[in-house]
């Protein structure tokens, strides 16, 4: 997928007490403030990282000030508390990155969508004084790729800065042929007593029936959903979806009554193959809808290359989108079983996920706000009452994937691989 990347800096220009023109002399002007904003866009989407340096007398908090020129909408962010009214948009400090000495830097991130243009704001301003005439540096777009392996170790202590280059690279071509065999000795099924289990032995057509049902939601296209018999992770069927790319592409197969088993903590375990590494751009691949949050969907797919939550009510992620947090998360490994689990809990809110038995860093909501990890998905009560399962494909921009899910349960209990 083809990024581009925007990098400009702005410079504040002061005398005295006294903001001076653009036109002023170089003799007379002091720089007050420099922000160095670079974004990287998509289709229809981009993040943006704002570093922000102090050249003026030190503060203990401060306030960067802008406006968009076109729709551009912020979705979430990290490092700073960022707010929107139309076009014009605030970022506020935060506990630990307030104190900002003369001379010292902070940077804060955010994410967004546009439509048309992504055009880069015009001026700034930190703690009211306005920023001034802009520049363009020489520097590009960051290049860093996504992480290719799984943390094993949950971070003690919040990361301090941001890094200021985000995974920007997506892959460029796909698999063209499915995984035609199992594995010679495949695991069992591994279903507790209490479980809902279902490894689809029990389909006899191309097309899901009984408990599974084919849907489209919103508008059909390209997305496709059959039975396999020629590829499997225990037994001799799975269930085939074919994504196509682009969002009315989208296709799941739905479950009513699988996580009747429990009805506020529900564990669903599943093995998943798939072609194509996950896109830069935001995708889903299993969705449950919420009772308690509008009948709006709990959604978990992939962004920026590694796994990750996403609550269709207010388009907040898990982990949050800044680099160091989808450093926390991991990548889905392509052309191989993957075991995948997760737990919600509809008493407290709370989340764990393990991919391939090790529970990943980035998808932990404990209830308690972490930097980088789950701050932005507490910024609201939410205690979810979970009622399908609905496995499948869902493209918001660029991205598409084959994939085969196997082996699904679901108990009030962990299953385990």
């Excluded at 002023?24 to 229809?44: H, K, L, R």
């Excluded at 929107?84 to 630990?96: C, D, E, I, L, R």
């Excluded at 048309?116 to 004084?129: D, H, Q, R, Y």
């Amino acid at each position: 997928m083809r990024r581009r990347g925007i990098a400009l800096v702005v410079s504040g220009l002061v005398a005295g007490a006294g903001m001076i023109v653009a036109g002023a002399s170089a003799a007379t002007a002091a720089t007050a403030c420099a922000v160095t904003y670079t974004a990287n866009s998509w289709s229809n989407g981009f993040t943006a990282d704002v570093k922000v340096t102090n050249n003026g007398a030190a503060v203990s908090s401060w306030t960067v000030t802008w406006s968009f020129a076109g729709d551009q909408r912020v979705t979430n962010a990290w490092n700073a508390t960022v707010t929107q009214a139309g076009t014009a948009v605030s970022a506020a400090s935060v506990a630990w990155n307030g104190s900002l000495a003369t001379g010292a830097s902070t940077s804060f991130g955010f994410q967004g969508t546009y439509s048309g243009t992504n055009a880069t704001p015009a001026s700034f301003a930190l703690n009211g004084a306005a920023c001034g005439p802009q520049t363009t540096p020489t520097t590009t777009a960051p290049t860093t790729t996504a992480p290719t392996t799984a943390p094993t170790t949950t971070p003690t202590t919040a990361p301090t800065t941001s890094p200021t280059t985000a995974p920007t690279t997506s892959p460029t071509t796909a698999p063209t042929t499915a995984p035609t065999t199992s594995p010679t000795t495949p695991p069992t099924e591994n279903c507790v007593a209490t479980a809902v289990c279902d490894g689809f032995e029990q389909q006899t057509g191309t097309a899901p029936g009984g408990n599974w049902a084919v849907t489209y939601p919103d508008c059909s296209g390209a997305g496709t959903a059959t039975i396999d018999k020629t590829a499997a992770h225990s037994g001799g069927t799975s269930l085939k979806v074919s994504g196509a790319e682009g969002y009315c592409n989208h296709v799941f197969v739905r479950n009513t009554a699988i996580l009747a088993t429990t009805s506020n903590v529900w564990y669903v375990r599943y093995w998943v193959r798939h072609t194509t590494a996950l896109p830069a751009s935001h995708v889903t691949a299993v969705a449950l809808t919420d009772a308690n949050d509008g009948g709006k969907d709990l959604r978990f797919g992939g962004q920026n290359g590694a796994l990750q939550f996403n609550r269709a009510s207010d388009d907040a992620t898990l982990p949050e989108q800044s680099p160091a947090g989808v450093a926390l998360s991991a990548p889905l490994p392509v052309n191989t079983w993957n075991c995948v689990e997760f737990k919600v809990d509809g008493r407290d809110g709370t989340m764990e996920t393990w991919l391939n038995g090790t529970s990943v860093p980035g998808l932990l909501e404990d209830g308690v706000a972490t930097h980088d990890i789950d701050s932005q998905w507490l910024n609201k009560t939410w205690r979810p009452a979970l009622t399908d399962l609905k496995l499948g494909w869902e493209s918001y921009g660029q991205g598409a994937d084959t994939l085969w899910y196997d082996d699904v349960a679901v108990s009030a209990m962990r299953n385990g691989c």
